[in-house]
């Protein structure tokens, strides 16, 4: 998949002021109920904010002043379950909290079949593989997506790894469904691990 930078939609963080892309950040709003939403599929309406998916912004920020002015119509029980709902979120490395965020919004085909018909289907342009994942596998997936019109083949963490992620005791394949997940990802990966 081609990365075309101008055309990224760049987003600040609340929290550190820093300015990314804005599918590396983690979206939430805020209803005109003064309920505090975390959007993952960043569509929701309502006053929205972005935020690093990284702890570190999300202790800043609800530790800001910034916070307790967009939240002061919030009750307290509409901010605790913010802060559950966000923590959850958030895992220690970028690529796996983006990945569960592609989770939660329903875009991630998981093991080999759902993702060979993603492929076959072309509703995928990111198929990830586990590190630890057998050859065959990976041989398997390279070819069925260089016949396919090449999605981007990806390989990193390992099946217990991304297992925990998605809640199973291992996943050596899954595929993102969304582009703008996909584009997301690949921002975050190392340029030498880009194109298997
Ligand atoms: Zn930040």
């Given at each position: 998949?081609?990365?075309?930078?101008?055309?990224?939609?760049?987003?600040?963080?609340?929290?550190?002021?820093?300015?990314?892309?804005?599918?590396?950040?983690?979206?939430?709003?805020?209803?005109?109920?003064?309920?505090?939403?975390?959007?993952?599929?960043?569509?929701?309406?309502?006053?929205?904010?972005?935020?690093?998916?990284?702890?570190?912004?999300?202790?800043?920020?609800?530790?800001?002043?910034?916070?307790?002015?967009?939240?002061?119509?919030?009750?307290?029980?509409?901010?605790?379950?913010?802060?559950?709902?966000?923590?959850?979120?958030?895992?220690?490395?970028?690529?796996?909290?983006?990945?569960?965020?592609?989770?939660?919004?329903?875009?991630?085909?998981?093991?080999?079949?759902?993702?060979?018909?993603a492929i076959k289907r072309k509703r995928t342009q990111l198929v990830i593989i586990a590190e630890d994942a057998a050859e065959n596998t990976k041989n398997k997936f390279r070819e069925l997506t260089n016949?396919?019109?090449?999605?981007?083949?990806?390989?990193?963490?390992?099946?217990?790894?991304?297992?925990?992620?998605?809640?199973?005791?291992?996943?050596?394949?899954?595929?993102?469904?969304?582009?703008?997940?996909?584009?997301?990802?690949?921002?975050?990966?190392?340029?030498?691990?880009?194109?298997?």
């Open positions: 998949m081609r990365r075309d930078s101008a055309h990224i939609p760049f987003r600040t963080c609340l929290a550190c002021g820093g300015k990314k892309d804005k599918f590396t950040l983690i979206r939430f709003v805020i209803s005109k109920d003064h309920a505090l939403m975390p959007d993952p599929g960043q569509k929701l309406a309502g006053r929205g904010y972005y935020l690093c998916p990284l702890m570190d912004c999300f202790r800043k920020l609800i530790k800001s002043r910034r916070f307790r002015k967009i939240t002061a119509g919030s009750s307290a029980v509409q901010k605790q379950n913010f802060i559950w709902e966000y923590k959850e979120m958030i895992q220690p490395d970028r690529i796996q909290s983006l990945v569960g965020l592609a989770r939660r919004a329903g875009k991630v085909a998981l093991g080999q079949q759902a993702v060979q018909a016949r396919t019109g090449g999605a981007t083949v990806f390989i990193t963490g390992s099946k217990s790894e991304w297992g925990r992620l998605f809640g199973k005791e291992s996943t050596a394949v899954f595929a993102i469904l969304d582009r703008n997940f996909a584009r997301g990802i690949l921002t975050e990966t190392p340029r030498k691990m880009k194109k298997e």
